[in-house]
T-cell receptor, first 109, second 117 residues
């Protein structure tokens, strides 16, 4: 079983829409959780960490459900510039990072 | 702060040839990771170093891949001999390490795009 699983999409949404991505992880010992953004032909870059109580950064909201072992990312009021692949990542003890396959988002004018 | 440096940026080789990639992590970052990212997939962890020791190499195909991090700074990843399915982007990342919730400055290099023909 994969450490981290994501729906690869693609998600095609109109500008201004709200879109949500989910990600599940298999190891209950996973310590911390992140969302990364990856633009075409670029390296992944940290979008936000995911805290147990949920956290928000502007139009982006991240949630963690440890009981069900999933994390989510909600993007409100989508912009054209949000088009990218969104990767979830989990960190285990020993600083091991595992990534999901990524979810492709295209925001359409 | 200078980023993670990788070279070469691109490499095209024939199958059965050898290839090596180089990574220079951010200064002071104890932990270094090599990932393989095949087109359309997420990064797959190949090997993780803590200083010059290996923490995790469970997904490294050891019959053809090898990696080292001499002196706990720079690292090289080698493939010998290469196969067509090794075509991917090889990403290096580094972090300050340590326990806790933060990614501790976890940063990717821009990667080496390998094409095996």
């Amino acid at each position: 079983r994969k450490e981290v699983e994501q729906d690869p999409g693609p998600f095609n949404v109109p500008e201004g829409a709200t879109v949500a991505f989910n990600c599940t992880y298999s190891n209950s010992a996973s310590q911390s959780f992140f969302w990364y953004r990856q633009d075409c032909r670029k390296e992944p870059k940290l979008l936000m960490s995911v805290y147990s109580s949920g956290n928000e950064d502007g139009r982006f909201t991240a949630q963690l459900n440890r009981a069900s072992q999933y994390i989510s990312l909600l993007i409100r009021d989508s912009k054209l510039s949000d088009s990218a692949t969104y990767l979830c990542a989990v960190k285990r003890t020993g600083n091991q990072f595992y990534f999901g396959t990524g979810t492709s988002l295209t925001v359409i004018p | 702060e200078a980023g993670v440096a990788q070279s070469p940026r691109y490499k095209i080789i024939e199958k059965r040839q050898s290839v090596a990639f180089w990574c220079n992590p951010i200064s002071g970052h104890a932990t270094l990771y090599w990932y393989q990212q095949i087109l359309g997939q997420g990064p797959k962890l190949l090997i993780q170093f803590q200083n010059n020791g290996v923490v995790d190499d469970s997904q490294l195909p050891k019959d053809r891949f090898s990696a080292e991090r001499l002196k706990g700074v720079d690292s090289t990843l080698k493939i010998q001999p290469a196969k067509l399915e090794d075509s991917a982007v090889y990403l290096c990342a580094s972090s300050r390490g340590g326990q806790g919730l933060r990614p501790y400055g976890y940063t990717f290099g821009s990667g080496t795009r390998l094409t095996v023909v």
